[in-house]
């Protein structure tokens, strides 16, 4: 079971995101589960979300305490000292930024580290900072968790073709660093 921690700001699509991603696993076979959590229900305030993924039934109820990949929507959270709790050691972290790896203070059990510039992508398509599909480019590329064209077809069939190219342009330009 691979468990995911999605973190973003209120209005960037972090709740509807992660049931993206559990619709395109279940429609692979997998099972899935996502549980949002709500802080303060306010546009700009953190939001976390919370998936897992198994070939197996999946029997926890709870939130994810210590998360296998993080998926972090706006790099403004990486100052919260809680964002990186309970990272595994090797843990895989996928980031909205436009900054290089050397600028951004990562915890040392990261193991592998994407970034991609969701924000620029969701901008530029979009016309607005709606960085959710793009970051689920990301992650499809990242994880190899879901199929890409499912993951693509989930996101067309909920928001339409601009954000279908969205994730699709994410997932090309998602590079690891190391």
Do not use: C
């Not at 995101?17 to 306010?42: H, K, T």
């Not at 305490?65 to 972290?93: C, N, R, V």
């Amino acid at each position: 079971m691979k468990e995911i921690r999605l973190q973003g700001r209120g209005g960037q699509g972090v709740v509807k995101a992660s049931q993206l991603v559990v619709e395109a696993a279940v429609a692979e076979g997998l099972y899935g589960q996502a549980i949002p959590f709500f802080g303060v229900e306010r546009k700009g305030s953190p939001v976390f979300g919370y998936l897992r993924l198994s070939h197996e039934p999946i029997r926890r109820r709870m939130q994810v305490y210590e998360p296998d990949i993080l998926l972090i929507f706006d790099d403004s959270l990486l100052t919260m000292a809680e964002t990186f709790d309970g990272l595994k050691e090797g843990g895989t972290i996928i980031l909205n930024t436009a900054k290089k790896k050397e600028d951004l203070a990562l915890p040392p059990q990261a193991g592998s580290v994407w970034l991609v510039d969701g924000t620029a992508i969701s901008e530029d398509i979009l016309g607005r900072n709606m960085p959710n599909t793009a970051m689920l480019g990301a992650f499809a590329k990242a994880t190899g968790l879901v199929d890409k064209n499912t993951l693509l077809d989930k996101i067309e069939h909920a928001f339409g073709l601009k954000n279908r190219e969205a994730a699709s342009r994410a997932y090309d330009s998602a590079a690891e660093y190391k």
